[in-house]
């Protein structure tokens, strides 16, 4: 009988990675990425103030403020019309009017803390449709306490 001598090949490990897997992953990531892009960018512009502390002593006297009450009902303020009753229709009438008159006439918008915010973000997105190339917001300083 013939003795066979075993030899063991010894095999190199393997020190690739494989990144197929990798790479597919990735590309789903990148197609959902592009996909939601686009819906995040929706939305209402608001001109958000840049300094830190201060407030302003004052409202520009002709600028345009719609206020939402707790309720959810619209006012506007323009020129010497102070606190008139606006439906969502007037409330664009009146803006669009003035801006077509005076483009640059700042539009800010005041409400109640108790108000629904949507109701904010409607009267934002109507100022808007109506030309206003930007909406301000008009935030009162906290009450203080009595002592």
Do not use: C, W
């Not at 063991?8 to 020190?15: F, K, L």
């Not at 520009?60 to 969502?88: C, K, L, M």
């Amino acid at each position: 009988m013939i003795k066979r001598s075993r030899t063991r090949v010894r095999r190199r490990p393997m020190a690739e990675i494989n990144v197929v897997p990798y790479i597919d992953v990735m590309l789903v990531l990148l197609v959902i990425f592009m996909v939601t892009a686009p819906l995040i960018t929706q939305g209402v512009k608001v001109a958000l103030p840049q300094e830190r502390t201060g407030a302003v002593s004052s409202q520009p006297s002709e600028s345009i403020v719609i206020t939402v009450d707790e309720f959810g009902d619209y006012y506007i303020d323009v020129g010497g019309d102070r606190g008139t009753p606006a439906s969502d229709q007037i409330l664009f009438d009146r803006v669009r009017l003035v801006l077509r008159n005076q483009p640059t006439t700042p539009v800010l918008i005041r409400a109640d803390h108790r108000v629904d915010y949507g109701k904010v973000v409607r009267a934002m997105a109507i100022a808007q449709r109506a030309g206003a190339p930007e909406v301000g917001l008009i935030v009162a300083p906290p009450e203080r306490a009595a002592p």
